[in-house]
């Protein structure tokens, strides 16, 4: 027979160890979601650069980016029905909240981009109290950077994705020429979804272009 977990003395139940062992205290998790918010107030250079008028968050790109991991087919090999790809969408950007949106045309070598995004994943994990979620996020935001996996090469397809979308919504709302981004990311594309989505997206931009 299951046991009914124990309350303290205001009555509210206690929470087990092993869940109190996976969960960060409340301090440690509001600390981190409050820095977090920096995601959200923080326009995405690519477009601030290009006098993009009002530009994408790294949150509002990040969000996309995981509800396009929602909504993929199942992919053999890859771990999408237990949402490993929707959980490193919603990782991949999230050490922006400390370093910004380094971009290429910032002149910051490759090299130090990285040394400066795994400090800022070092930071937040400590200051999320370490334990399960604070190593949860700092693994998958590994793979993703080292392009070690089947969901991490899945991911980098819809971050190329995902900005070409946004590309092509710009020039649509603002009449904008953004070539540049279509041209960087052609044959880049690691995974068949990523190559069809991109196609599609090309082939709506090339219709545009005829009318």
């Known amino acids: 027979m299951a046991t009914e977990p124990s309350a303290s ?70 771990n999408r029905d237990k949402l490993g790809c929707v959980k490193m969408a919603i990782v991949h950007d999230i050490a922006e909240a400390i370093v910004g949106d380094i971009a290429p045309c910032d002149g910051v070598p490759k090299e130090e981009k990285n040394r400066r995004e795994r400090e800022a994943i070092e930071q937040m994990c400590t200051l999320l109290g370490g334990g399960d979620r604070a190593k949860e996020i700092n693994d ?28 092509l919504e710009y020039e649509n709302e603002q009449g904008r020429d953004l070539e ?14 990523g190559k069809s989505w991109a196609a599609e997206i090309a082939s709506r931009r090339k219709r545009k272009e005829e009318k």
């Not at 820095?35 to 968050?57: F, M, N, Q, V, Y």
């Open 180 to 193: 540049e981004f279509f041209v960087s990311t052609a044959g880049k594309f690691q995974t068949d979804l």
């Open 140 to 167: 998958l935001w590994m793979e993703y950077e080292n392009n070690s996996t089947p969901e991490a090469k899945v991911v980098k397809d819809l971050d190329k994705v995902e900005m070409i979308l946004q590309a």
């Open 9 to 78: 003395n205001n009555g509210v139940p206690e929470e087990s160890s092993s869940s109190s062992s996976s969960s960060p205290p409340a301090s440690s998790a509001i600390d981190f979601l409050t820095l977090c918010h920096r995601l959200k107030a923080t326009k995405r250079t690519g477009w601030i650069k290009r006098d993009i008028k009002g530009p994408e968050s790294i949150a509002d790109h990040m969000y996309r980016m995981g509800v396009m991991a929602l909504i993929t087919a199942d992919i053999p090999g890859v």
